[in-house]
Each structure stands twice: as structure tokens, then as C-alpha cells.
């Protein structure tokens, strides 16, 4: 009779983790392998455990990550100038904790995003958000609510997440109004929310990805102040994954003119 008054306590307040463990847990209780505080401590951190599960599930779907990889799936001893020991650092978090950002440099293929992933995977896992998009996303979508009207609308929506990730910074040029607004992005993020950012390009040559030196210098300012930089050089992943495969002809590119 209790139990079942208890069982439906339980559905009512929508504990429904707490209601999955209790009979087990009632069972050592009446057996008096387990005291009446740790039956009711084992109950509510099993409801705990399981809405911080279910928040992390659903944050992750939210940060629309292009792909799931975790920390401990790369191989550092492949890409030493990636900081193994960096990188176990910035794992604790701490940088989320302090709003510093974390920028990722380094040629195509050597693990820029599958770092940047991992390192918002942890956070995730740890109760924070993040947001992942890439450079021609973000242009893009500066774009169209310029064009709508809720440009800033989308500034303050992009200040939410715990981590704002920018990949692939670089590759396309921004126009003077486009750097403008990713300038506002960086600078209403700055001290209150961490951004990763991944470029090809190195920080000298960002005046030319932002068409504007005064701009370029002031995101640098923002972004660099508190932050980590990590600049890895080494060879592509995708490359050796290929060579391995045995169906990589380097020669085939040689002969290509990039000019
Ligand atoms: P980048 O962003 O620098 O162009 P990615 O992070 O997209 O490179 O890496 C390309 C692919 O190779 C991804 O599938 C990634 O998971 C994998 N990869 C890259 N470097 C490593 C590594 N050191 N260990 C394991 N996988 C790697
Ligand atoms: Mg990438």
C-alpha cells in the first residue's frame, strides 16, 4: 500500500528516475543493508544523475556539432604541436569557468575542429552549453537578419551558450559590415562566455580575412586577451589515413598549379 502511494508521489512530482531505482533501493533499505539517510541520498542522486544526463543529451543536440568526437579519440603522439599537455588543461575547464577563449591555428586536416569538438563535448558533459557554427554560417547569418531586422536580436542570442564555437575562420573574406558585426559578436562575448575559434590562417594575415586592419586588430585585442593559443604544424590526419588506405597519389597534386 505505501509503496504504491509512494510509487505514484513519485510519477505525480515527475521524479521518474527516483521511481525506476526505488523499489531496488527500498529492498536494501528493509533488509538493513542500507540506512533510511543513505536510501533517501541514493534516491535523489539517482533523480540528479539522471536530469543532468538528460540536460547534457539535449544541450548537445542544441550545439549543433558538425560531428561527436571526444578528447581521448585523438592521437597526440600523431600531432605533437597539438600540447597533449594544453589540452589536458584546458579539459578542467576552468577556462569556460573564466570566459577565456581557446584558438585553434593550423593548415587543413591537423584537428582544429575535432579539438574544438572535444573540448565542447567535456563542457557539455559538465553541465555547460555551447553553440558551434561555422565562419560562412556565421556570415551568412549576419546577413539575412541584417536584412531582417534582428541582427541584434541574433548578437545577444549568440552571448547565451557557455562556449561560442567559430570554425574555420579564413577561408572566406568578410565584407566591412559583415567584420563589423563579428566584431560586436567577439566584444559582447568578451569576459562573459568563452569563444573557440579554428583558422588556417595565421593572426598576421587576419586583416585580409576581416578586409580591414583597425577591425582585425580590435576582435585580436578582444579574443586575445584572455585566451590559449594553440598552433598546430604538423601533417593532415585525412592524408595518413589515406596513405595507409594506399590510395593517396601525393603526385597527382605536385602536378597541379595552384597559381
Ligand atoms: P581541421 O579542422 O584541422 O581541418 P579536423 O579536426 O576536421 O581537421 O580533422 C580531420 C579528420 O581527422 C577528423 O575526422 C578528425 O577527427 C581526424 N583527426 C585529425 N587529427 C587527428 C588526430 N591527431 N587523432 C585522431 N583523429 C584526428
Ligand atoms: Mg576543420
Known amino acids: ?74 592521437d597526440f603522439e600523431f600531432q605533437p604541436s597539438a600540447n597533449a599537455r594544453r589540452i589536458q588543461e584546458l579539459k578542467q575547464l576552468g577556462f569556460v569557468a573564466r570566459a577565456e577563449n581557446v584558438i585553434f591555428l593550423g593548415p587543413p586536416g591537423v584537428g582544429k575542429t575535432h579539438l574544438a569538438v572535444g573540448l565542447a563535448v567535456e563542457a557539455i558533459r559538465n553541465g555547460h ?25 541574433k548578437i545577444k542570442a549568440l552571448c547565451k551558450p557557455s562556449i561560442l ?4 575562420v579564413g577561408y572566406a573574406a568578410m565584407d566591412e559590415e559583415t567584420s563589423h558585426y563579428f566584431f560586436q559578436i567577439i566584444s559582447n562575448r568578451y569576459e562573459k562566455g568563452s569563444v573557440i575559434l579554428t583558422s588556417n590562417k595565421s593572426y598576421g594575415e587576419w586583416g585580409d580575412v576581416f578586409g580591414n586592419n583597425v577591425v582585425a586588430t580590435a576582435i585580436l585585442d578582444r579574443l586575445l586577451h584572455h585566451s590559449t593559443t594553440i598552433n598546430i604544424k604538423g601533417d ?5 589515413e589515406k596513405k595507409k588506405a594506399g590510395f593517396y597519389d601525393v603526385s597527382k597534386f605536385e602536378s597541379v598549379s595552384t597559381d
Open 129 to 153: 552549453t555551447a553553440y558551434f557554427l561555422s565562419a560562412h554560417e556565421l556570415i551568412t547569418m549576419i546577413k539575412e537578419t541584417i536584412a531582417s531586422g534582428r541582427i541584434h536580436r
Open 165 to 168: 564555437i567559430i570554425d574555420e
Open 236 to 240: 593532415s590526419y585525412r592524408v595518413k
Open 1 to 74: 500500500m505505501i509503496h504504491e502511494h509512494l510509487h505514484q508521489a513519485l510519477e505525480i512530482l515527475d521524479l521518474s528516475h527516483m521511481n525506476a531505482v526505488y523499489d531496488h533501493h527500498a529492498e536494501e533499505a528493509s533488509k538493513g543493508s542500507i540506512s533510511y539517510l543513505e536510501f533517501l541520498d541514493k534516491l535523489l542522486w539517482a533523480e540528479i544523475e539522471a536530469k543532468r544526463e538528460r540536460a547534457a543529451r539535449t544541450n548537445l543536440k542544441l550545439a549543433k556539432l558538425p560531428y561527436v568526437k571526444t578528447l581521448d579519440q585523438f
